[in-house]
C-alpha cells in the first residue's frame, strides 16, 4: 500500500519556536506539497517542490520555509511560530511526468500554538 | 486563475437515498477532476476522478459526470450508507501548467440511518 507518512500526529509547541514537520513518501513521487486545512477556509497550498532541492512558493508561504534534501522526504519549517499557524498540516505526493494525477495525503499533523 | 464553487456545503440524506455534489470551475483548460472524501479525524482520500476526455466514470455506488460547455461536474452517491458520511472536495487541475488543483470548500454529507 502506497504510503505517505508524516512523523507526527499531534504537536505543541510554544510561540517563537522554531518547528520542524517532516513528511516522508515510499512511492518515488517526484511531486510534494504541503497544505494547511482551516475550518472554513478549506485547503491552502504553503509551498509545492517537483525535484529535489527544488520549492515554489503556494498561496500562503509567509511564516513557512521548506526543505526537500531528498526525493522521498520534504519538510516543513515554522521560523518562528506563532498562534496564528495553530492548524491542521497535510502533506501530500503525486507522480511526475507531466501528467495531472490525485494527491495521496498524509495522516496529517494538527499542530497548536501557544 | 481557475475558482471552484462547490455545492450544498451540508448536504444531509436518509440512509438508502442519493446524494449529489456539483461543483462548477471557471478555466476551460482545466482537465483534471478528482474527488477526495475526508471522514472525521482521518486524511482525505482520492475516491473517483476524471479527466475531460470523458462525460462520466462510475465504481460501484459513486460516479461522476463532467459537463465541459457548462464547466460543471458533479459527484453521485446511490444508496447512501452511515459509513458515507463525510466531507467531500472537488477539484480541478489544469494539466500543462503548475499542476497544482484548484480545490472546492467542501461538502459535509451526513447519511443518517
Known amino acids: 500500500d502506497v504510503k505517505v507518512t508524516q512523523s507526527s500526529r499531534y504537536l505543541v509547541k510554544r510561540t517563537g519556536e522554531k518547528v520542524f514537520l517532516e513528511c516522508v513518501q515510499d512511492?518515488?513521487?517526484?511531486?510534494m506539497f504541503w497544505y494547511r486545512q482551516d475550518p472554513g477556509l478549506g485547503l491552502r497550498l504553503i509551498y509545492f517542490?517537483?525535484?529535489?532541492?527544488?520549492?515554489e512558493k503556494g498561496d500562503i508561504p509567509e511564516g513557512y520555509s521548506v526543505s526537500r534534501e531528498k526525493k522521498e522526504r520534504f519538510s516543513l519549517i515554522l521560523e518562528s511560530a506563532s498562534t496564528n499557524q495553530t492548524s491542521m498540516y497535510l502533506c501530500?505526493?503525486?507522480?511526475?511526468?507531466?501528467?495531472?494525477?490525485?494527491?495521496?495525503f498524509g495522516s496529517g499533523t494538527r499542530l497548536t500554538v501557544v | 486563475g481557475e475558482n471552484v464553487e462547490q455545492h450544498p456545503s451540508t448536504l444531509s440524506v436518509q440512509e438508502g437515498d442519493s446524494a449529489v455534489i456539483k461543483c462548477t470551475y471557471s478555466?476551460?483548460?482545466?482537465?483534471?477532476f478528482p474527488w477526495y472524501k475526508q471522514e472525521l479525524g482521518k486524511r482525505p482520500q482520492l475516491i473517483i476522478d476524471?479527466?475531460?476526455?470523458?462525460g462520466e466514470k462510475k465504481d460501484q455506488r459513486i460516479a461522476v459526470t463532467l459537463n465541459k460547455t457548462a464547466k460543471h461536474f458533479s459527484l453521485h452517491i446511490t444508496e447512501t450508507q452511515p459509513e458515507d458520511s463525510a466531507v467531500y472536495f472537488c477539484?480541478?487541475?489544469?494539466?500543462?501548467?503548475?499542476?497544482?488543483?484548484?480545490f472546492g470548500r467542501g461538502t459535509s454529507l451526513i447519511v443518517h440511518p
Open positions: 477539484a480541478a487541475t489544469v494539466s500543462g501548467g503548475s499542476y497544482i488543483p484548484t
Open positions: 476524471i479527466r475531460s476526455n470523458v
Open positions: 501530500a505526493s503525486t507522480p511526475g511526468g507531466g501528467v495531472s494525477y490525485g494527491y495521496t
Open positions: 512511492m518515488d513521487h517526484e511531486n
Open positions: 478555466d476551460s483548460a482545466s482537465n483534471y
Open positions: 517542490s517537483y525535484d529535489v532541492k527544488m520549492k
